[in-house]
Structure formats: structure tokens, C-alpha cells
């Protein structure tokens, strides 16, 4: 199955020009609402997620949607991303909280997706009008121009994210003791930022303690081809059908393991080797 990158980015970022940005800034009382306590949706995200559905499975025959918002609505259709057809997942707004809040960090995320791998990924950044793309095999791509992830480093010269507040408390606790011994610690509130940062290796990891596949199925095919290296703290690997799991990403395996022993992001009695 071939994928025009370039088409679909186009795509995405049409639907963010004239669904997502115009709403920027300028959402009415009306126009947002809680799924669950501090889990926001906008008048934006339900836009979006409504003008891309169609478009993209008109790309692929045979294809599904799993978008954020309306599975919100029905779970059922995460048992999609286990079939055979491939399946598009999309996050319409990434980073609700900042866009609801007038903060222009947030973006557009959409993967392609068959058997819980991942084909390809898009990430798109409506406020700087740029798009990361990637095809499984194929390195990650701005604007035409292959991007890197950040190149390995001591464990304290480097920085990144670790959003460890939907983690479990002891875990938290662990990770606070140990926060000073990389460089620093960055948090945008937005997966797509992050990942946009880990591609082009202006930070060197990240953690997240739940895996939504609109969330981390893009960024983590992203981050991969741009050479970095990203597993669940089991050192199991990444699978878009796993929800509940602890992703780290680093720029290589021994950063990822030097990273994990070090801010103690699992039990002492399971340290990585």
C-alpha cells in the first residue's frame, strides 16, 4: 500500500486553515465543553475530526477512522486498530487544553495504522504552518528536508519531557527524586509539540505514562525514522493497540536505558540491562 505523503498533509493542513485556526482565539462559551473533568473538546476538534473523516478514507479503499472525538462516544472502534483494514487515527486538536486557552501550542496528528503497526504519520503545526510526515522506512521529512532526533548524549546534558501526572503516585515519586539529573525537564501540555521537538532533536526524551493511539501511533513513527529509539518501560514495543502503557523515547536504546535507570522510571528490582 503506497501512500502520498503530500497529499494527505495537504489535506491536514487545509482542514486546520479553515477549521481549526479561525476558532483560534475567538471560542465562545458555547464552543467548549468537558468529556471528563479537565479533558476539554472544542468546537474546533469536532470540525476537524468531522472534515478529515471522510477525506481520508476516500484515500485508502477499504480504510476506517478512529478519531479522538468520536470514539469518545463509542470505544468500540478501537477494536478496529487489532483488524486487517487499515485504519486512520486522528487527534484534531492535540493540546486542547492550550488552544482552549489561547496558547498557540497544539497541533493536528494523524497515522496510518494496520494490525497495530504503524504505515505512516503526520504531525502538522497550524500556527507555524508546518508539516512532519513520514512513511514507515522512509526517515521523516519537514517541509521536503529529512529531520534527525537528537543525537546521544550524558545523561545530564540532556532535556526533555516527563509527564508523569497520569502516572501512578510512586512512580511520580521516584521520577521527582531523580528530576535534577538530566539537564531539564520541559512540559508543553501537547504530544504534538513534543514530538515535533524529539524529531528535529531539540530535546533528547520523553515519557508518557498513557499511549492513546491519536496521541503517540504519529509521534512515535516520527521520532523512530528520525533515528531515535522509543519502547514501553517493559521493553516491550510500541503497538498502537496498547493504551495503558508507560512509553519512553530517547535517541538511541543505550540513552533509553541510561535515561530509565536514572530518573528511576521503574521499580529499582526492574532496572533496564
Known sequence: ???????VARHIAEVAAEEIMPRFGRLAAGDVAEKT????VTAADTAAERRLTPVLEGLVPGSLVVGEEATSADKSLLDHLAGEAPVWVIDPVDGTLNFAAGIPIFGVMVGLVRGGEVLAAWIHDPVRKRTMMAEAGGGT?????KVHAAKPADVKRMSGNLAFHTGD???????????????????LRCAAADYFNLAEGRI???LFNRTWPWDHAPGWLLHKEAGGFGQFLDNSPYRAT???RRLFLAPDEASWRSLVNSLALVERRQQVR
Request: no cysteine; proline share 5%; hydrophobic share 45%.
Open 1 to 7: 500500500m503506497k501512500i502520498d505523503l503530500d497529499v
Open 37 to 40: 473533568p479537565g479533558d476539554l
Open 141 to 145: 521529512l519537514v517541509d521536503g528536508q
Open 169 to 187: 503516585r510512586e512512580q511520580a515519586a521516584r521520577v521527582a527524586r531523580n528530576a535534577d539529573k538530566p539537564a531539564s525537564i520541559i512540559s
Open 204 to 206: 533528547h526524551f520523553a
Open 242 to 244: 496498547e493504551i495503558y
